[in-house]
């Protein structure tokens, strides 16, 4: 079984919302830091968001106002909540949990429509 998982992603209207999820196998300890990627078709892997293991958050300007990132530790999930999307917005997004090494999830796609 994967040992992070991404779900969530969808096709929705410019102007609309989505919450992404990252769960996280309980086998994996000593999580330093939860992020948020995303690849454009034809580009690069880019940062989006995230999430200190103490809670501090971060997020790129391109986001910044528009997404949030929170945690329920009883789940042991990751969300990014995704509000006032754009068609710039469309693209692959990836979940990276980073310990003494790397898991990437499984990638989801996010569509926004014009």
């Known amino acids: 079984q994967a040992q992070v998982w991404q779900t969530g992603g969808g096709l929705v209207q410019s102007g609309g919302s989505l919450r992404l999820s990252c769960a996280i196998s309980?086998?994996?300890?000593?999580?330093?830091?939860v992020k948020w990627y995303r690849e454009f078709p034809g580009k690069e892997r880019e940062l989006v968001a995230d999430?200190?293991?103490?809670?501090?958050?971060h997020y790129v300007d391109a986001v910044k106002g528009r997404f949030t990132l929170s945690r329920d530790n009883t789940r042991n999930t990751v969300y990014l909540q995704m509000d006032g999307l754009t068609p710039e917005d469309t693209a692959v997004y990836y979940c990276?949990?980073?310990?003494?090494?790397?898991?990437w999830g499984q990638g989801t796609q996010v569509t926004v429509s014009s």
């Open positions: 990276q949990v980073i310990t003494t090494q790397t898991y």
């Open positions: 309980t086998m994996i300890t000593g999580i330093k830091n």
């Open positions: 999430i200190e293991g103490s809670g501090d958050r």
